[in-house]
């Protein structure tokens, strides 16, 4: 909040009307001050919200240029101007609302989730970039070796704060200050090599080759997103065999 306000990502469809203009009254501001949308990533529970929030303003939108042609869908969909769109990348540098703003590439959620760095506080916002232990949501969209990278990268920078998309384990708090940021950068890191080592132990134990419908069975709390992204790790590190293409493929322990 400044003069004018940067919302980041817009939730749900229903999020501005429950949750995100209330707020902004609370703070005696209105959503016609809203002038830029920043969007963490480009799944639906982060911004299905922008049409309802452009009924009430007139802002632009920023969306890593990976993930641009996914708010370009919604504005065709839904009526709104895709010159509103604006292409970011790692290491831009955006002036809204009084703030300088960094732009931190991490992908591995999703292709071209960011965090965004306010460069004064040093305070990160970091949507589903970093996850702790997950939770009861898809931890993996994109690549898990990405996502490593990504945690690593982010644990040599000044992060004073975090500000998650989701409150994660093992903390359960959207705010994260101090010694707890060091701990979900930890706890991030050991989440996956955690998973990578349950689908390895199922594929030796089961002795036999095992499709994707298999591994989903024998392990219900891992969410389907997740799953091709481990196996495609565990196969690039000649941990396990792949056999067959799409839509027969087949893992097999070594």
């Known amino acids: ?43 639906g529970d982060h911004f299905e919200g922008i049409p309802s929030v452009l009924e009430n303003a007139d802002a632009s939108i920023y969306i890593h240029e990976l993930e641009e042609h996914r708010v370009v869908d919604l504005a065709t969909r839904s009526n709104f101007e895709v010159s509103r769109i604006k292409s970011i990348t790692h290491g831009d540098l955006l002036s809204l609302s009084g703030r300088q703003l960094e732009i931190f590439h991490c992908p591995g959620h999703s292709a071209g989730s960011i965090c965004i760095c306010d460069q004064d506080s040093q305070v990160y916002v970091t949507g589903d970039s970093i996850q702790g232990q997950g939770e009861d949501r898809s931890l993996l969209f994109y690549n898990s070796i990405a996502y490593v990278n990504s945690v690593n990268r982010l644990s040599h920078r000044p992060i004073s704060a975090i500000i998650s998309g989701h409150p994660f384990p093992p903390r359960m708090q959207p705010i994260l200050k101090d010694d707890a940021v060091q701990e979900l950068l930890e706890v991030s890191l050991h989440a996956i090599t955690a998973l990578k080592d349950r689908v390895k132990q199922v594929l030796e134990q089961a002795k036999r080759s095992l499709s994707l419908y298999d591994l989903n069975r024998i392990l219900p709390d891992v969410r389907p997103p997740s799953l091709p992204t481990i196996l495609e790790e565990l196969v690039t590190h000649g941990k396990i065999k792949q056999l067959g293409r799409d839509p027969e493929r087949l893992w097999l322990a070594n």
């Open 1 to 43: 909040l400044g003069e004018s306000i940067t919302l980041i990502d817009s939730g749900l469809k229903s999020s501005p009307h429950e949750a995100i203009f209330p707020t902004l009254e609370k703070f005696h501001r209105s959503p016609e001050e809203i002038e830029s949308i920043i969007l963490t990533h480009s799944h």
